[in-house]
């Protein structure tokens, strides 16, 4: 198969979404990076992807092609993006159900399928992700930490975010970077715990109503219920393009644990 050639993954659940970056191929347009699952594949990473076509836990379907320039594993490109940017909703796209009043819905996996597959996928540490070479990895921490720090990259919104109506930001744009610190639950090479920059979505979709706020971004630790032991946390890794042993936070999951789970 050439890199120009196109096929379909098909059945594929949606984990995560990354924060926008900007794209020079489609005159500085925002996408954003998704990994994907699903048992004929593993993990995936598609991008890049407009905002509104997919949300999380979704079943997707999406057309894709191979990339010219990367080289982790399982990762594609959204067939023909360059030219259907306003409209990709024929290569991507989420399946469809009868919900019990007779309307169709998108099909998403429900609370309890949700937990089954990451208590499923979460068996490996970062050492064990990292030294196999993965591109992408889950794992169930036994402690976290979450910081911000200041932004080091520059960018011209930066000094007008309080001058425009930002309907979408890059993560350049924002004063702070949130990170997690974590330990694994399981045997880690690592003695020291591990240091990742957060790139989800949902964390700068917070962030953006306050970015240069740093009472304000803070909050995210609240969000994600960091320290709070009746919440379960997974954490979904994945690595960077230029430098492949470096990994970020996908997404910081977490449940609340409902009675049911705790008399088990």
Same mark, same amino acid.
């Given at each position: ?27 500085g347009?925002?996408?954003?990076c998704?990994?994907?699952?699903s048992d ?7 991008y890049?992807?407009?905002?509104g076509?997919?949300y ?10 191979k990339?010219t320039?990367d ?12 030219q ?17 009043l /007779?309307?169709? %819905?998108? @099909?998403?996996?429900?609370r ?7 208590e $499923?996928? =979460?068996?490996? #540490?970062f ?9 992408? /990895?889950?794992? %169930?921490? @036994? ?11 520059? $960018?011209? =919104?930066?000094? #007008? ?6 309907d ?21 090479? $690592?003695?020291?715990p ?7 979505w ?9 970015p240069?706020?740093e ?28 430098y ?8 910081l ?12």
């Amino acid at each position: 198969m050439t890199e120009t050639e196109s096929f379909w993954l098909k059945d594929m659940v949606v984990l995560g979404q990354g924060a926008p970056n900007q794209i020079s191929k489609i005159g500085g347009q925002q996408g954003r990076c998704l990994c994907l699952w699903s048992d004929k594949t593993g993990f995936v990473r598609v991008y890049p992807v407009p905002h509104g076509y997919v949300y999380g836990w979704e079943i997707i379907n999406v057309e894709v092609r191979k990339p010219t320039n990367d080289g982790r594993e399982n990762s594609f490109v959204v067939y023909n993006y360059e030219q259907e940017w306003k409209n990709l909703s024929k290569r991507l796209y989420a399946q469809k159900e009868i919900n019990r009043l /007779g309307n169709k %819905k998108s @099909k998403k996996l429900k609370r309890a399928e949700q937990i089954a597959l990451l208590e $499923s996928l =979460a068996k490996s #540490t970062f050492s064990q992700i990292r030294d196999n070479g993965k591109s992408f /990895g889950l794992i %169930k921490p @036994k402690a976290m930490e979450f910081m911000l720090k200041q932004n080091k990259e520059t $960018s011209e =919104a930066q000094t #007008t975010l309080m001058d425009y109506d930002y309907d979408i930001m890059n993560q350049n744009d924002f004063a702070f970077i949130p990170y997690l610190q974590y330990e694994c639950d399981g045997p880690c090479s $690592s003695k020291q715990p591990h240091e990742q920059k957060i790139v989800s979505w949902e964390a700068y979709q917070f962030m953006r109503l306050k970015p240069n706020s740093e009472e304000h971004c803070m909050k995210l630790k609240d969000n994600y219920h960091i320290g709070e032991e009746d919440y379960l946390h997974y954490i979904l890794i994945g690595n960077i393009r230029k430098y492949t042993t470096t990994y970020v936070v996908v997404k910081l999951i977490r449940f609340k644990i409902e009675e049911e789970q705790n008399a088990d």
